[in-house]
């Protein structure tokens, strides 16, 4: 009986002439055994060519079968390899759409809240949505408007919201880089500047509101979090609300606080507002969440998703037969949510709070940035809907370790703009497949990867590569998400590059 | 009943085309026919099935050439004779290219294990036949 082992290792040309010989061989001809009289099997003979035609069109077959085996279950369909090595997708696109309901997800793009300031005298001006276009000198990388209408104050400044001009991993554009526009408008400047805070996400359903009052722009990443416990309203001081703190990893729950028109926490005041007299201001199980500081970058475009990624969205089916959410069951949703809202949000993992019972602490990153956050409010809003009876998800970006690069790279004379190309590519990618908390099952960036890159991007030599200055691959932790340096995370920017003749 | 032991080998007999009837034939007749089957195949033709990039040599490509002289298709003939020594059987050859009104005519001189042998191989309109099999070891046929 043949194995399930034998139908994935399709039997070479060696083989099968080699079995189709020796079934000439022993075939009865006019009633004697092994009387099959050919000798010659020089090239070219008619026997000869017949046996190899025959082998071809077996081969042929055999790689039919061991994909059609494969095809049949997730990991080995996701893993199908063609004779060059390349993926072949469609065996797997089609299990997960027919046998699991789950469509491939698409590239996504990069989005950035930009900031367009005019000069007194010129403007205003509208520009509709596709109509402006604006681009990083230094990468290259063009963003046109999204918005569907933006008009330039005459002597002031709007934000609109621009989209990379192609999908992907390769738009990595820092703040205050994206400072041209391709068509200028006189006195128009444009730029990707920091904020004090994110778009906050606000579920009130009382009749009250918070907004940010404070102009710091900090250093120190996190995501803040007011759940109201008590309802009421902020002039009697009746309603209040904890206060939890994401970052690095961790969650720091302080409170209750009484709702008075101003609370700060640490560079963040934001101020409470009552409602109209008379009725509640906030109610209990409100929130309010922001993202500190406020980064232009909306989402980090992502490549088209990997087949593994995919396997894993339909191996999250059966996590969803559990009543109970898990762990895995927040992940599956997060990576649903992702497939239907194309956040960005492509690296996932969850644990059951270490603080809290009944909480499941969930930590999302982009491809190659920690999660934005206008994506943490985004997949906490989805979670919220899935989950609530039972359990309870809090959201936040994982903890970012930014990763610098350094070394000396030496390429062929009138080579180099192109390795280096080559080589940014190739890590960015390197960076964007790893999983929260690095590969397993150490935790590592690995500074081979890194030699590999510059090798496949046809680097003559690397030396004295260094990941964050050390000649050793770099440790992440279980919920931290590797992350490109601002100066020096791409070797065109943290390399030393010479030519060689 | 077919020599087994022939060392020009023992194969069905056909020059071009799939042979209707099966016959085996033997001797230097086995072998000419897989010498004419070389110069009648296009180079690397069976390289998709796994065989070498090198077989073949189509000497129809030679029709309707305009010839600049002798040396010409002298250096042709030895290009024919090198491709028949291909054959691990051919210990030697050598060839001869003759232009005529009705095409070109190839003659074909070798040496075997079982000694020599010679073929004249008429190249008209798409079609090279075997005019003279040969002079020595020529081998009967008979039907599979």
Same mark, same amino acid.
């Given at each position: ?27 009865? #001809? ?38 059609? $085996? ?23 696109? #089609?299990? %997960? ?32 949505? &596709? ?28 934000? !609109? ?8 991993? &390769? ?21 990707? !500047? ?21 102009? $710091? ?24 609300? *904890? ?5 690095? &990893?961790?969650?720091?729950? *302080? ?17 409470? *507002? ?75 993992? !969850?644990?059951?709070?270490? *603080? ?11 491809? $190659? ?18 989950? &609530? ?18 070394? /000396? ?23 964007? %497949?790893? %999983? ?16 590999? !890159? ?7 030599? %690397? ?19 590797? $992350? ?11 390399? /030393? ?5 | ?76 003939? =030895? ?20 232009? =005529? ?10 040496? =075997? ?32």
């Amino acid at each position: 009986m043949t194995t399930l082992t034998e139908l994935l290792s399709p039997r070479n040309r060696d083989t099968l002439e080699a079995l189709l010989l020796s079934v000439l061989q022993e075939a009865p #001809i006019e009633g004697e055994p092994g009387g099959f009289p050919v000798t010659d099997w020089i090239e070219g003979g008619f026997e000869r060519t017949f046996v190899k035609m025959a082998a071809t069109g077996l081969l042929d077959r055999e790689d039919t079968i061991r994909m059609l $085996t494969a095809s049949g279950f997730l990991r080995l369909a996701s893993t199908l390899l063609d004779a060059d090595g390349n993926p072949i997708e469609g065996w797997m696109e #089609i299990l %997960a759409a027919q046998n699991y309901g789950r469509d491939r997800n698409d590239a996504t793009y990069t989005k950035q809240v930009l900031t367009l300031t005019c000069t007194s005298g010129p403007g205003p001006y509208t520009r509709s949505k &596709g109509e402006l276009v604006a681009y990083s000198p230094s990468t290259g990388n063009k963003y046109v408007l999204l918005d569907d209408e933006v008009t330039i104050p005459d002597g002031g400044s709007v934000t !609109a919201v621009f989209q990379a001009e192609s999908p992907g991993v &390769g738009y990595q554009d820092s703040i205050g880089s994206i400072v041209a526009l391709v068509t200028p408008l006189p006195g128009v400047s444009v730029t990707n !500047a920091a904020t004090p805070a994110g778009l906050p996400a606000s579920y009130i359903t009382g009749s009250g509101s918070i907004a940010v009052s404070s102009t $710091t722009i900090t250093t120190s990443r996190r995501t803040v979090k007011l759940a109201f416990t008590t309802a009421g309203r902020a002039d009697d001081n009746s309603a209040a609300f *904890t206060c939890t703190v994401y970052q690095g &990893g961790a969650a720091t729950t *302080t409170g209750p606080f009484a709702a008075s028109g101003t609370f700060t926490q640490g560079d963040l005041e934001v101020t409470l *507002t009552d409602g109209a007299e008379g009725t509640q201001s906030f109610n209990e199980g409100d929130e309010w969440i922001v993202g500190l500081p406020g980064t232009p970058l909306i989402q980090m475009g992502a490549e088209k998703e990997t087949l593994a990624a995919l396997a894993l969205r339909c191996q999250d089916r059966f996590a969803e037969q559990s009543v109970i959410p898990t762990g895995n069951r927040f992940e599956g949703w997060v990576r649903a949510c992702e497939a239907a809202q194309h956040l960005g949000v492509v690296k996932v993992k !969850a644990r059951p709070s270490l *603080t809290v019972s009944g909480i499941e602490d969930v930590y999302i990153a982009g491809t $190659t940035a920690t999660a934005t956050p206008a994506q943490v409010a985004a997949v906490q809003a989805y979670l919220d809907e899935q989950s &609530g009876q039972v359990d309870y998800a809090n959201v936040a970006a994982a903890a970012a370790v930014a990763v610098a690069v350094g070394g /000396t790279i030496r390429c062929r004379r009138g080579t180099t703009a192109a390795v280096k190309s080559a080589a940014d590519l190739a890590w960015i990618k390197y960076i964007a %497949a790893l %999983a929260l908390g690095g590969e397993q099952p150490d935790g590592l960036v690995e500074l081979l990867a890194l030699e590999n !890159a510059m090798h496949d991007a046809g680097a003559f030599n %690397a030396t004295g590569l260094t990941l964050n200055g050390t000649a050793a691959d770099l440790v992440l932790t279980a919920f931290q998400c590797a $992350t490109l340096d601002e100066s020096a995370g791409l070797p065109s920017q943290g390399m /030393t590059w010479q030519e060689i003749a | 009943m077919a020599n087994q032991g022939d060392p020009l080998g023992v194969g069905i007999a056909c020059t071009t085309g799939f042979p209707l009837r099966m016959q085996l034939c033997w001797g230097v007749e086995n072998l000419q026919n897989s010498l004419l089957r070389r110069l009648n195949a296009s180079q690397g033709c069976l390289a998709s099935i796994g065989d070498e990039q090198t077989y073949g040599y189509d000497v129809n490509d030679l029709l309707n050439r305009d010839w600049s002289g002798t040396g010409e298709m002298a250096a042709e003939g =030895s290009a024919i004779a090198a491709e028949l020594r291909k054959d691990p059987r051919v210990q030697d050859a050598r060839a001869r290219i003759v232009a =005529s009104q009705d095409g070109l005519t190839i003659y074909i001189d070798g040496e =075997s294990a079982v000694g020599p042998f010679s073929l004249v191989v008429p190249v008209r309109d798409l079609t090279v036949a075997k005019l003279n099999q040969g002079l020595a070891g020529t081998g009967p046929t008979e039907a599979v």
